[in-house]
Nanobody, 121 residues
Framework: QAQLVESGGGLVQPGGSLRLSCAAS????????MGWYRQAPGKQRELVAS???????IYADSVKGRFTISRDNTKGTVSLQMDSVKFEDTAVYYC???????????????WGQGTQVTVSS
């Protein structure tokens, strides 16, 4: 049974830092693209950052230069270092694991339960 468990959310002041972590189990972690998504009230879920098995990263324009995604394949974890946070970073952050099985044309997607990040003074 695949499971993703996020931790590290909370309340942070503007300009501060927060580190989110996601621990995966029940999947072959090393073949999955890992990502962080977020959803603010009244808005659609959006990609924040993703990292491939070869550590190629993609960031949303709104977080470039402020957030850093990393993964540890030996531990099965992915992290999101959030620096210089802004009010607009307030959202529920979700961990995602994605694998495209080209041999079967199946997409495999797993989600964590989400962790709240609130930026407030």
């Amino acid at each position: 049974q695949a499971q993703l468990v996020e931790s590290g959310g909370g309340l942070v002041q503007p300009g501060g830092s927060l580190r989110l972590s996601c621990a995966a189990s029940g999947i072959i972690f090393g073949i999955y693209v890992m990502g962080w998504y977020r959803q603010a009230p009244g808005k659609q879920r959006e990609l924040v950052a993703s990292i491939t098995v070869r550590d190629y990263t993609i960031y949303a324009d709104s977080v470039k230069g402020r957030f850093t995604i990393s993964r540890d394949n030996t531990k099965g974890t992915v992290s999101l270092q959030m620096d210089s946070v802004k009010f607009e970073d307030t959202a529920v952050y979700y961990c995602n694991a994605h694998f495209s099985d080209y041999s079967t044309s199946r997409e495999h997607d797993y989600w964590g339960q989400g962790t709240q990040v609130t930026v407030s003074s």
